[in-house]
């Protein structure tokens, strides 16, 4: 047992005034010298600074109670906050994964139809080339001094070949020129 404590609950310390108006005895009968001032009225009023005591506690209570709720508040805020980082983190990466696949199949589509175009193209310049050469060398053959020659050239641009024969004769110069359209994207 500490030292200094009173072994029993009414015994009073030195430094503490003995109430004047309680029983200090163990007898629980009231003596019959001592006056009862009560009134009935009076029965729930608490003494002032009983009063006081009990609007400190009710004031320190909701000090405690609006401080843990701002606590819990803050705690949800800080986790709603993490939570709207991390589902924009995802929306960003799969907006950045749909506009690379859109981009790569448009891509895609923009080269296969360039190829296809300058494949047609190449191939229709191909023939044109093929059947100059062709008429070329049938005239050249045929270029003698008796019957007169063929001289001509050509010239292939971005949009149009350009054909020019020139067949001296006899009879007199003749002259062709056929301007062929090459197919090309617009």
Same mark, same amino acid.
């Given at each position: ?44 009023? %608490?003494? $002032? ?14 000090? %405690?109670?609006?401080? $843990?709720? %701002? ?27 749909? %506009?690379? $696949? ?85």
């Amino acid at each position: 047992m500490e030292t200094g404590q009173p072994k029993n609950v009414n015994e009073h310390t030195k430094d503490e005034p003995q109430q004047v108006g309680k029983p200090t005895g163990s007898s629980s009968a009231p003596r019959t010298s001592e006056k009862k001032e009560e009134n009935p009225g009076n029965q729930n009023k %608490l003494p $002032t600074s009983n009063l006081a005591v009990v609007k400190i506690q009710a004031w320190w209570r909701g000090a %405690l109670v609006r401080r $843990t709720l %701002l606590h819990a508040t803050l705690g949800a805020l800080v986790i709603q906050r993490w939570w709207k980082q991390i589902l924009m983190k995802l929306q960003e990466k799969r907006r950045r994964a749909a %506009l690379e $696949t859109f981009t790569r199949e448009e891509w895609a589509a923009v080269r296969l139809q360039s190829w296809v175009r300058m494949w047609r193209i190449r191939l229709r310049y191909c023939r044109l080339l093929h059947a100059v050469r062709i008429i070329q060398a049938f005239w050249r053959c045929h270029s003698c001094a008796s019957r007169g020659f063929i001289k001509g050239h050509y010239r292939v641009t971005a949009s149009q070949l350009y054909l020019e024969i020139e067949i001296l004769l006899a009879s007199g110069p003749c002259i062709v020129t056929e301007c062929i359209p090459l197919p090309i994207k617009q």
